[in-house]
């Protein structure tokens, strides 16, 4: 059974960045796609940034286009999403998941990170 463990979050100053990173174990990863999503508080979780697997397509929110960057390290087993330019409304925690290409979407959850940034 696949597991995602993310780490990388932290506070951080407004302008500042931070690398998440998720690492998948278990057996073989070899996932359709994974993504990044984050949930602030009181707010419902939504879609940060995307990755395929196997060519590395990505696919990003609106609110983060051109500050954050999802890559992947399939030698490693592991994605990342580098933030940079943060804002406070980047604040949450943030999750990778993981779309193994069986038909139910993102199944595969990791733990989050917790991501604070200080106006």
């Known amino acids: 059974q696949v597991q995602l463990v993310e780490s990388g979050g932290g506070l951080v100053q407004t302008g500042g960045s931070l690398r998440l990173s998720c690492a998948a174990s278990?057996?073989?990863?070899?996932?359709?796609?994974t993504g990044w999503f984050r949930q602030a508080p009181g707010r419902e979780r939504e879609f940060v940034a995307r990755i395929t697997w196997s060519g590395g397509t990505t696919y990003y929110a609106d609110s983060v286009k051109g500050r954050f960057t999802i890559f992947r390290d399939k030698a490693k087993n592991t994605v990342y999403l580098q933030m940079n330019s943060l804002k406070p409304e980047d604040t949450a925690v943030y999750y990778c998941a993981a779309d193994l290409g069986n038909g139910l979407g993102f199944s595969t959850w990791g733990q989050g990170t917790q991501v604070t940034v200080s106006s």
């Open positions: 278990g057996r073989t990863f070899s996932p359709y796609r």
